[in-house]
T-cell receptor, first 112, second 114 residues
Framework: KAGVTQTPRYLIKTRGQQVTLSCSPI?????VSWYQQTPGQGLQFLFE???????NKGNFPGRFSGRQFSNSRSEMNVSTLELGDSALYLC???????????FGQGTRLTVV | AQSVAQPEDQVNVAEGNPLTVKCTYS??????LFWYVQYPNRGLQFLLK??????LVKGSYGFEAEFNKSQTSFHLKKPSALVSDSALYFC????????????FGKGTKLSVKP
């Protein structure tokens, strides 16, 4: 089985722009979660989607949003980018949100 | 609120020696505990999990972890460290039960010297 695929791997954006990140989960997995990783804050939960519905949400501003499609692929959008949004964004999938999660290699976002 | 603590930012061991990476947790209800490893510029790789059952959990790459309910700890161990084990290790707990999101510790950098 193919693993979790995140695209693109690297992005450079300018403050004020918006960005969309994509995640393709492992085939058959219906839960997709997003995490932000920074040196200062570590790994922080953004949101989780299950069967196209947002099931959990972390403590991030409304500029961060996501969605999940019928094929379980998920996108994450960040609007009005700020320098502090520079981070590694990780996507994880699991069959139903239970048990272990499988992570993609992440998208490295740099905001300049 | 659920939380995880990794008290050591860095652990240094010599190759061939046993290693321990510490983790303590705070949860309400039954804990769902995990260890992940991250190599430079990579995502997280699953090592092992504890949901129920034996307190000693065996995982990938020769790692194991001991669940201690009274001390609320879930320390990661390996009998003989390899240089290739050098990486960043994260302990995590599922928030609010089996289907909650993962709450991660700050991570512990493991350095294994030849």
């Amino acid at each position: 089985k193919a693993g979790v695929t995140q695209t693109p791997r690297y992005l450079i954006k300018t403050r004020g722009q918006q960005v969309t990140l994509s995640c393709s989960p492992i085939s058959g997995h219906r839960s997709v979660s997003w995490y932000q990783q920074t040196p200062g804050q570590g790994l922080q939960f953004l949101f989780e989607y299950f069967s196209e519905t947002q099931r959990n949400k972390g403590n991030f501003p409304g500029r961060f949003s996501g969605r999940q499609f019928s094929n379980s692929r998920s996108e994450m959008n960040v609007s009005t980018l700020e320098l502090g949004d520079s981070a590694l964004y990780l996507c994880a999938s699991s069959p139903g949100g239970r048990g272990k999660a499988f992570f993609g290699q992440g998208t490295r976002l740099t905001v300049v | 609120a659920q939380s995880v603590a990794q008290p050591e930012d860095q652990v240094n061991v010599a190759e061939g020696n046993p290693l321990t990476v510490k983790c303590t947790y705070s949860v309400s209800g039954n804990p769902y505990l995990f260890w992940y490893v991250q190599y430079p510029n990579r995502g997280l790789q699953f090592l092992l999990k504890y949901i129920t059952g034996d307190n000693l959990v065996k995982g990938s790459y020769g790692f194991e972890a001991e669940f201690n309910k009274s001390q609320t700890s879930f320390h990661l161990k390996k009998p003989s460290a390899l240089v290739s084990d050098s990486a960043l290790y994260f302990c995590a707990v599922r928030d609010g039960g089996s289907q909650g999101n993962l709450i991660f510790g700050k991570g512990t950098k493991l350095s294994v010297k030849p």
